[in-house]
């Protein structure tokens, strides 16, 4: 594997794009210069940005569009959009396809039903093996359906994996474990429980792999039931048959795999063993599971995501899993000031749970010190565990391979 890849569907802000451009720029001048002075050549290394979704608006926001022409400068670089999404909101790339017309595709590869399909080229990207060897794709959920697109996305993402007869996995995390629920009647959208059954039915059509998990806390959470059937099985009558309700731990083992895991915001970067030795970060135990590198980009307590974030990773390092977890963007506010609560609150502040798994083997905190600049902050002194890392750290902890560990990529969750 030798092709980076990211997928984005979210908003693209300056200051995300900033900090991709400034970890490219360390990627080409320190670990792969002549790439900057050849042509590419079979197998050499590519990075490749599929847009979908409000990212795709990046690709004509003068602020944003600025960056992208220092990123495209790269001649490894190219960024595959999602002609549907494209039309559907009038985003015209007219003046960059011209600029970069190798580098910028705006068509995709048709799928089983000879329509174009941006996901077919994305579960191409996720393949590991050559057909017809048998692989597998994995999708985490951690939106709601309808109110988000991410679940139709996931769908889609995870049915062109069958279409590549690869086998197909979905975990349900956090307020992903509502795509399970029963009887979903939306009246102008893809229905997504459906959505999940069919999945199933094709997989066992074609002697695939399927499987459909959800976090038992999540679930536990937001009011689906379950109870014990005596024989060691967990049963809901709240959640369509596809879908399982299980343990954190249980979704954590399908990390320990080799496979690729996408989410709405992700990356899958391979561990090339660099001729320099260049290596960065350990792992405590020797482990052949793709390290997880976690972005918190979101300011705590308004939503769940920080916490929920932290717990994931938590899970990640007590399986054995090598987890960096990066609080970067707002994502940064959970270091900033003294938090505190009530006395009389059963809660903790986020600031309590990361002292309280700080230290904890295989898990690793950081905090991008540029986020603290842009915002005039400054990090709370007694957070120790929390290293600080500029442009250069997080650069290292993207593309060094870290020691210890003996897979061939690691995975980058965007929360």
Request: proline content about 6%; hydrophobic content about 40%; overall charge neutral.
């Amino acid at each position: 594997m030798n092709s980076y890849f990211y997928l984005f569907s979210h908003p693209l802000p300056p200051e995300r794009l900033s900090w991709i451009e400034e970890c490219l720029k360390f990627f080409f001048v320190q670990l792969a210069p002549e790439t900057l002075m050849h042509q590419k050549t079979p197998g050499s290394t590519v990075f490749s940005f599929f847009l979908t979704g409000d990212a795709l608006y990046s690709l004509e926001d003068p602020e944003t569009l600025q960056i992208w022409n220092i990123i495209l400068s790269f001649s490894p670089v190219r960024i595959v959009c999602d002609r549907k999404e494209l039309d559907l909101r009038g985003v015209g790339i007219g003046p960059l396809r011209m600029r970069f017309p190798e580098q910028v595709i705006d068509t995709n590869s048709c799928g089983t039903d000879s329509k174009p399909s941006f996901w077919k080229d994305l579960a191409t990207a996720a393949r590991q093996t050559k057909p017809p060897l048998p692989g597998t794709i994995g999708w985490l959920q951690t939106d709601s359906p309808y109110m988000n697109r991410s679940a139709e996305n996931g769908i889609s993402f995870l049915s062109s994996g069958l279409d590549e007869l690869l086998s197909a996995e979905l975990y349900a995390y956090l307020d992903g474990v509502h795509v399970s629920h029963h009887g979903q009647q939306p009246t102008d959208s893809v229905n997504i429980g459906e959505g999940l059954v069919a999945l199933s039915d094709r997989a066992t059509s074609r002697k695939l792999g399927f499987s459909a998990i959800g976090c038992s806390r999540s679930a536990a959470a937001r009011g689906y039931s379950t109870w014990d059937d005596g024989q060691g099985q967990v049963i809901s009558t709240c959640t369509v048959r596809a879908f399982r309700i299980r343990e954190l731990s249980q979704i954590i083992e399908r990390f320990l795999m080799p496979h690729i895991i996408l989410s709405s915001d992700s990356g899958a970067f391979p561990l090339e063993k660099t001729g320099a030795g260049h290596t960065y970060d350990r792992a405590e135990k020797a482990s052949k599971a793709p390290p997880v590198t976690i972005l918190i980009t979101k300011s705590p307590y308004t939503t769940g995501t920080a916490a929920g974030a932290i717990s994931f990773a938590v899970a990640c390092a007590h399986a054995g899993i090598l987890t960096r977890v990066v609080f970067i963007e707002d994502g940064i506010y959970a270091l900033t000031g003294n938090h505190r609560i009530q006395k009389s609150s059963s809660a903790f502040t986020i600031q309590e749970v990361i002292n309280a798994v700080a230290g904890s083997e295989n898990l690793h905190f950081f905090a991008f010190t540029p986020s603290l600049q842009k915002r005039g902050i400054a990090k709370e002194r007694s957070l120790n565990a929390v290293l600080d890392i500029g442009y250069p750290g997080l650069g290292k902890i993207f593309f060094y391979p870290p020691g210890n560990v003996q897979a061939d990529h690691q995975r980058v969750l965007v929360f």
